[in-house]
């Protein structure tokens, strides 16, 4: 069983910060990639930004230029730095990890439990 635990999201005025991180957790053989996923009321969720194992990196057009990506290997563990946030922005983000399961050997797709994301004018 795997799980991913996320944190770092709240309640920012425009043109501030956030950073989101995202811990896995338990019976993983190998991560092939994690990401961040968002969904605001009434919409579709959507893929924010999500990087490799190896490191390969995309962005939504929206996140390009804000948002910064990152993942810490060791630690199972990707982030998202959210900077020049604006209300539109707003959503609950969802954590994503492709997972290989070191009993299973199986590829599954994990999802955290979802962290809110106001912006404020």
């Known amino acids: 069983q795997v799980r991913l635990v996320e944190s770092g999201g709240g309640l920012v005025q425009a043109g501030g910060s956030l950073r989101l991180s995202c811990a896995a957790s338990g019976d993983i053989l190998r991560i092939d990639r994690m990401g961040w996923y968002r969904q605001a009321p009434g919409k579709q969720r959507e893929l924010v930004a999500s990087?490799?194992?190896?490191?390969?990196?995309n962005y939504a057009d929206s996140a390009k230029g804000r948002f910064a990506i990152s993942r810490d290997n060791a630690k199972n563990t990707v982030y998202l730095q959210m900077n020049s946030l604006k209300p539109e922005d707003t959503a609950d983000y969802y954590c994503?990890?492709?997972?290989?399961?070191?009993?299973?050997?199986?590829?599954?797709?994990?999802w955290g439990q979802g962290t809110p994301v106001t912006v404020s004018s």
């Open positions: 990087i490799t194992g190896g490191g390969r990196i």
């Open positions: 994503h990890g492709r997972i290989v399961g070191r009993s299973s050997q199986m590829t599954i797709d994990y």
